[in-house]
């Protein structure tokens, strides 16, 4: 009898901890899953930000200077910098990007 339960209790042990091992890989998986969602999200927000920057970049030179494109899109002047500087470093990387595919 004893050794009935004996094996009883250690096969429900074991069942507990496969449901554990499972609840830990679901959980690993959800884990996973939102890294991805929050990757692919900020993509997105980067992307923007760089359409934003090449847009501010097209205003500085339609509106004649980075002050007079700041009142024109009413835009605190540093963030019209800020923009520029991510304009000029986008437009390097890809100068980099075409140098290097055209060197190879």
Do not use: H
Request: aromatic share 2%; hydrophobic share 40%.
């Amino acid at each position: 009898m004893l050794s009935q339960r004996g094996e009883r209790a250690t096969g429900n042990l074991v069942g507990c901890a496969d449901s554990v091992d499972r609840d830990e890989e679901k959980k690993q998986r959800r884990q996973l899953a939102v890294v991805d969602t929050v990757d692919k999200a900020e993509a997105k927000v980067r992307k923007a930000e760089v359409e934003v920057a090449v847009a501010v970049a097209e205003a500085v030179q339609v509106f004649g200077g980075i002050q007079e494109a700041s009142e024109g899109l009413d835009m605190p002047i540093q963030t019209v910098q800020r923009f520029l500087r991510m304009a000029q470093d986008e437009a390097a990387s890809a100068a980099n990007v075409v140098e290097s595919v055209g060197g190879s």
